[in-house]
């Protein structure tokens, strides 16, 4: 990556963190658990290698869903009580079958880095240890919407009336960066579009009425590609 995609970066991120405000934020987080099904998840999980989503409401059964290269797995999983300490959380995880070395499967979230906190718009989910091996997540404090599909890991930033994008390609590479984006609200989806060079940018998001999602790109009104969201989270104020 050059010096100057680094700096770029670097002043986008800077240039569009909210001021925290006393009334904080909401977060909730969805998940594509079936074909065309979605559901509200606990947590999920965006790596270079694969999407992971833990769905349930609590401690008791629950399912694990796993995307690799946009193939998609389930595996029933039964979640125990939260452990916390020390800032750390950690949701143990029990699979038929499946037995661990110490400290076992879990997924590990910060109870200082949360959305309960309004100096953070996105609680950090840390890492997912599961029978397929320790994935350590992506993390944006202060982002709106992080979203994932097969092909890419996209980060929105909204502050100010300014609106962000930023995307990885799912081997970690560098994307697009884009500033100047307009969101739409209304109904049951949010609509956020970018404009640059003739082409548009457009990332779609459902509300928990509707939940869903897609990003595509569009020249002349004609869409050029269009990726269906496999997970994502969504930040507003209070």
């Known amino acids: ?6 700096r770029l970066g670097a002043a986008l991120l800077l240039s569009f963190l909210p001021v925290a405000s006393g009334a904080g934020f909401t977060e909730a987080s969805f998940a594509q658990v079936g074909a065309g099904g979605w559901q509200p998840v606990r947590f999920w999980c965006d790596t270079p290698e694969r999407v992971l989503a833990l ?40 699979f038929a079958g499946s037995g661990a070395p110490a400290p076992g499967f879990f997924v590990h979230s910060s109870n200082v880095q949360n959305v309960q906190d309004p100096a953070y718009r996105m609680t950090h989910v840390n890492e997912f240890r599961v029978p397929a091996g320790s994935f350590n997540c992506r993390y944006v404090p202060q982002a709106a919407v992080v979203a994932a599909t097969a092909r890419h890991s996209v980060t929105v930033w909204e502050a100010a009336g300014k609106v962000t994008y930023a995307s990885r ?64 989270s969504v930040s507003r104020a209070r």
């Open 169 to 232: 390609n799912r081997d970690g590479t560098p994307g697009v960066q884009l500033t100047g984006g307009a969101h739409a609200t209304g109904g049951e989806r949010d609509e956020y579009r970018w404009n640059r060079g003739g082409y548009a940018y457009v990332l779609v998001v459902g509300t928990a009425r509707a939940p869903g999602g897609e990003l595509r790109v569009e020249r002349a009104g004609r869409v050029l590609s269009r990726e269906p969201l496999l997970a994502y």
């Open 55 to 94: 769905s349930g409401t609590g401690a008791g059964p629950g399912t694990l869903t796993q995307w690799v290269g946009g193939v998609r797995s389930q595996v029933a999983v039964t979640v125990g009580a939260d452990d916390a300490g020390a800032g750390q959380v950690y949701t143990l995880l029990t």
């Open 1 to 6: 990556m050059s010096s100057h995609r680094v």
